[in-house]
């Protein structure tokens, strides 16, 4: 039956562990029609970025508009990291609205059995294994009040299952940071069988949203954590790991099949809902509202944003800047071999290590052309002729770690008490990796 709503929006949170941007409606030759047809429907961020692209920090940062070293989740919640104060996270601005929230499956920035309450969520819906289903029953209740239902899923993370019977590996595309090789092809195989699963359990939500007529009055954000988990992906600052899906539909503009180019980050969801909803913050936010984008009174909103990494299985401290043409990456960590326990175990991760990537010492720095070079594999840190870019990059990256505060300026970024981490390795003297103009 079909309700009437005169009251604020609602907003469905909806989202997945390690797609980036692997769907059909980034142009992948992966079946995810429902994903597609939300695209047609709403608004596609072809050029939308996680903060960090490692699982709970990117979480945080979406859900609190501030960067993971501010809020305190700088590793992952399983492992002991948590926020500084949950009282940040978006659903407390929206419950003094009169906003009812709901989790249904994964959440990933609060940690055990109680991990929703931690949060400060009204009801928890349940599990991951039938988020989908959790989610469509409440949508199907009546509801007296605006509601913020987010909504999680396991998928696309690892491991993958099974292939599709009807996937022909021959014409399987590995992603362009691995070989292609039957054991890559079979690899990705199994990420496209997820992440069709992933559709259809979307779908499932979207579809409830449709049959109880909720659909006009509710703002979908549909989006992922980061990259996907193959190697130089998830849990690297390159596009390849911080580019996601963002897919928006909903009240305020998000309809119609736009396709918005311009550079945009999690860190602007919130601020895009304060705007909208006409609501203010009680702390500070980091990202823009994406509305003036929307509405043509801006053809930008970003001249730069910036990325960080701290602790995934492992302190591996990296912070980044992105403009529309340059990419400039920092490493503070002075092991001069990959940390191998922060990309996720597959055979993509195998074939590099059979052919030698364990002796490959990652670059300290890092300047990349995003226009003539899109995949960042020709770093132009020492070429003369772009010694200004890279200084100007290296300054702009410094002149933020400052302005919000980055422990790592001093030296470390802390472990938190409860964190338990597979490798640390014994590190010291971090301030001694501070280039000129960052200490």
């Known amino acids: 039956m079909k309700e009437i709503h005169n009251m604020r929006p609602n907003i469905l949170y909806i989202h997945s562990h390690d797609t980036g941007r692997y769907v059909q409606p980034y142009g992948h030759a992966i079946a995810t029609p429902r994903l597609q047809r939300l695209s047609e429907e709403g608004v596609l961020f072809r050029q939308a970025f996680t903060v ?21 989740m700088t590793g992952l919640a399983h492992r002991g990291f948590s926020m500084t104060d949950y009282g940040h996270h ?20 609060a940690h055990g059995e109680d991990a929703w309450k931690t949060i400060g969520y ?15 029953e409440f949508l199907r209740r009546p509801h007296s009040a605006p509601f913020f239902l987010s909504v999680g899923f396991f998928e ?86 911080t580019g996601v899906m963002l897919i928006m539909r ?18 602007d969801i919130f601020p895009t809902i304060c705007e909208l909803l006409g609501l203010t913050p009680e702390h500070k936010l980091e990202g823009k509202s994406l509305l003036p984008l929307l509405n043509g009174t801006a053809g930008s909103i970003h001249e730069e944003l910036f990325f960080e990494i701290s602790y995934h299985a492992a302190f591996e401290p990296i912070r980044a800047i992105r403009t529309r043409r340059w990419k400039y990456i920092r490493r503070f960590d002075p092991r001069k071999s990959p940390v191998l326990s922060n990309c996720d175990d597959s055979p993509s991760k195998n074939c590099w290590m059979e052919n030698g990537w364990t002796d490959v010492p990652p670059d300290t720095e890092a300047l990349y052309d995003l226009v003539l070079d899109q995949n960042e594999k020709n770093n132009l840190i020492l070429r003369q002729e ?44 971090y301030s001694d990796f501070l280039p000129s103009g960052m200490k």
């Open 52 to 72: 960090s692209p490692t699982c709970s920090p990117s979480r945080a940062a979406l859900l609190t508009g501030e960067y993971p070293h501010q809020n305190g």
């Open 90 to 109: 978006l659903i407390h601005t929206l419950r003094k609205a009169g906003y009812f929230s709901a989790l249904s499956g994964i959440q990933h920035i």
């Open 122 to 136: 009204d009801q928890c819906l349940g599990g991951h294994d039938k988020a989908h289903l959790h989610a469509a």
């Open 156 to 241: 696309t993370h690892r491991p993958f299952p099974v292939a599709h019977p009807d996937e022909d590996l021959r014409y399987c595309l590995v992603p362009p940071t691995v070989p292609d090789t039957p054991e890559t092809r079979l690899d990705m195989a199994g990420f496209r069988q997820s992440a069709r699963i992933l559709d259809g359990k979307m779908g499932t939500v979207l579809s409830a949203l449709e049959e109880t007529g909720l659909s006009e009055n509710t703002l979908v954000i549909c989006t992922t954590d980061h990259g996907i988990a193959f190697p130089r992906m998830k849990c690297n600052l390159e596009d390849s790991g």
């Open 250 to 267: 909903g009240p305020g503009g998000f309809s119609g099949g736009k396709v918005i180019d311009e550079m945009v980050s999690h860190l």
């Open 386 to 429: 772009y010694g200004a870019i890279a200084e100007d990059m290296r300054d702009r990256l410094g002149k933020w770690m400052r302005k919000t505060g980055d422990p790592l300026l001093n030296g470390d970024v802390p472990m938190q008490a409860a964190a338990r981490l597979v490798d640390r390795d014994s590190l010291s003297a």
